[in-house]
T-cell receptor, first 114, second 110 residues
């Protein structure tokens, strides 16, 4: 089944403890992206990647890192999480970055930073 | 800069009533516009895109370039339409970022 998977789905951590949220897609998509969803603010893009080893900042990149060493994986790294990074995170992928390509979303990761 | 505005946070209607979810955008080029839906505890999924001129689950959306709007409409709401709806805009360029509005919760009461 074609899909985008994220792990973990739920995570509670403490300030400053490094964490990684994994994202994987099995559709051979070139374009992958991370969003955070916050009440009243909608979805905001954190980082995106046009292809392997090609990443760029979205609207809210501060406090996050990403890597794209393989086409299928696009992990989101929080080196030193803070409470304002408590949010619901979505990974998405599309065939390419072109406007008409549909973005497919993962199930979301709910992160709480204490 | 591109921007998507969904002026309302919540719309509550009775089953069978018409629904219009508003979306306005600002963008200097030719936009690609989308509606995404998120049902309770589910992932975001594409509902429809303006380029396709399609009707999905009874919903339609027409791009009005003069009013820079892309409102989502359905003549008769169903309870299963209750969800969060996001309007989104994509740049025309290859480095395409999807910009979302803040979303609106549609609640359809029996």
């Amino acid at each position: 089944e074609a899909q985008v998977t994220q792990n973990p789905r739920y995570l509670i951590t403490v300030t400053g403890k490094k964490l990684t949220v994994t994202c994987s897609q099995n559709m051979n998509h070139e374009y992958m992206s991370w969003y955070r969803q916050d009440p009243g603010l909608g979805l905001r893009q954190i980082y995106y990647s046009m292809n392997v080893e090609v990443t760029d900042k979205g609207d809210v990149p501060e406090g996050y890192k990403v890597s794209r060493k393989e086409k299928r994986n696009f992990p989101l790294i929080l080196e030193s999480p803070s409470p304002n990074q408590t949010s619901l995170y979505f990974c998405a992928s599309s065939l390419s970055g072109l406007p008409l390509d549909t973005q497919y979303f993962g199930p979301g990761t709910r992160l709480t930073v204490l | 800069a591109q921007r998507v505005t969904q002026p309302e946070k919540l719309l509550s209607v009775f089953k069978g009533a018409p629904v219009e979810l508003k979306c306005n955008y600002s963008y200097s080029g030719s936009p690609e516009l989308f509606w995404y839906v998120q049902y309770s505890r589910q992932r975001l999924q594409l509902l429809l895109r303006h380029i396709s001129r399609e009707s999905i689950k009874g919903f339609t959306a027409d791009l009005n370039k003069g009013e820079t709007s892309f409102h989502l409409k359905k003549p008769f709401a169903q309870e299963e339409d209750s969800a969060m709806y996001y309007c989104a805009l994509k740049w025309a360029g290859a480095n395409s970022k999807l910009t979302f509005g803040k979303g609106i919760t549609l609640s359809v009461r029996p």
